[in-house]
């Protein structure tokens, strides 16, 4: 256990990198239609979303402001959920909103964390 101890720096910054990288492919789906995904008017929820889906993502992958950034991010995700996934039933293995749930806690975690090591912060 103390040799996990001395990784955890590094372990807190790949879920950083991590998270934020797959979460800008959303962006990238809902703005571009990319990765098959279709694309979102801008000027809509699903825009917006995909605008901060990017753009948080990016901020919290290269660790610049990604504590707000994840903030942000963490609120957009329980949106998500409580607008999309929510009325479809309560739990998220029955309506199709454990990502949104996930993504929303590990944002909420790194917005407490802050950048860490391996940032451009640093």
Same mark, same amino acid.
């Given at each position: 256990m103390r040799?996990?101890?001395?990784?955890?720096?590094?372990?807190?910054?790949?879920?950083?990198?991590?998270?934020?990288?797959l979460f800008l492919f959303h962006g990238m789906q809902k703005l571009f239609g990319l990765f098959g995904g279709r694309t979102a008017e801008l000027i809509s929820l699903r825009g917006l979303a995909g605008v901060i889906e990017l753009m948080g993502g990016t901020m919290v992958m290269i660790g610049l402001y990604a504590g707000p950034a994840a903030f942000v991010a963490s609120?957009?995700?329980?949106?998500?959920? @409580? +607008?999309?996934?929510?009325?479809? %039933?309560?739990?998220?293995?029955?309506? *199709?909103?454990?990502?949104?749930?996930?993504?929303?806690?590990? @944002? +909420?975690?790194?917005?407490?964390? %802050?950048?860490?090591?391996?940032?451009? *912060?640093?």
């Open positions: 040799m996990l101890k001395r990784l955890e720096p590094y372990a807190y910054a790949l879920l950083r990198i991590v998270s934020g990288f609120g957009t995700m329980a949106f998500a959920y @409580f +607008l999309s996934h929510y009325p479809q %039933g309560v739990w998220p293995i029955q309506n *199709r909103g454990e990502l949104a749930a996930l993504y929303c806690f590990v @944002f +909420l975690y790194i917005a407490t964390r %802050g950048s860490g090591i391996w940032s451009v *912060r640093r």
